[in-house]
């Protein structure tokens, strides 16, 4: 069984709509829980970080943890075709930094 | 401030051959990981340092050696190189402290791409 497990996708919306992006995982070890995107032929980027349960809100995006379902979520709001990209959640527990296998979302204009 | 640099970009490689892949921060981080991504496979962690020194194996350290000399240079040795170590390969640096496990952000390079014929 894989630590992280998310679905590879692709996840086709069109522009306004609002995006779930889902990750589970098996260790309850992990400690911090993030989301990095990616865009085509780039390195990924971090776009939110939590600690532990509960929301955390940064403008359009909304990352959820609930430790006691080992489940975290992304939810972009009002998504833009520039959202376009591969998202990867990740998360670590004292050195060991795991990722998911990302889901590529596209948005149409 | 460069961030993450990553030479070379592209590469190809014959069977048998070896090659370095040069990776460098500048921002005093003391973590380094060395990731290849697969399609759909998501990042795979091949070795990691926590400071000038000191290295561990990932998750797919086979085919691979590392080295860290300096806080800022871990190059990724590949000996022998063979076709399944066609892949991105992305370096990434972080900052950790040991008292408060305060987790920060990690920064990759732009990546390089690397096919073995």
């Not at chain 1, 609002?18 to 390195?43: D, E, H, P």
């Not at chain 1, 403008?59 to 990867?88: H, M």
């Not at chain 2, 590949?78 to 402290?97: G, I």
């Not at chain 2, 008292?99 to 920064?107: G, K, S, W, Y």
């Amino acid at each position: 069984q894989k630590e992280v497990e998310q679905d590879p996708g692709p996840l086709s919306v069109p522009e306004g709509a609002i995006v779930s992006l889902n990750c589970t995982y098996s260790n309850s070890a992990f400690q911090y829980f993030m989301w990095y995107r990616q865009y085509s032929r780039k390195g990924p980027e971090l776009l939110m970080y939590t600690y532990s349960s509960g929301n955390k809100e940064d403008g359009r995006f909304t990352a959820q943890v609930d430790k006691s379902s080992k489940y975290i979520s992304l939810f972009i709001r009002d998504s833009q075709p520039s959202d376009s990209a591969t998202y990867l959640c990740a998360m670590n527990a004292f050195q060991k930094l795991v990722f998911g296998t990302g889901t590529r979302l596209l948005v149409s204009p | 401030n460069a961030g993450v640099t990553q030479t070379p970009k592209f590469r190809i490689l014959k069977i048998g051959q070896s090659m370095t892949l040069q990776c460098a921060q500048d921002m005093n981080h003391n973590y380094m990981y060395w990731y290849r991504q697969d399609p759909g496979m998501g990042l795979k962690l091949i070795y990691y340092s926590v400071g000038a020194g000191i290295t561990d194996k990932g998750e797919v350290p086979n085919g691979y050696n590392v080295s860290r000399s300096t806080t800022e240079d871990f190059p990724l040795r590949l000996e022998l190189a063979a076709p399944s170590q066609t892949s991105v390969y992305f370096c990434a640096s972080s900052s950790h402290r040991r008292q408060r496990l305060v987790n920060t952000e990690a920064f990759f390079g732009q990546g390089t791409r690397l096919t073995v014929v």
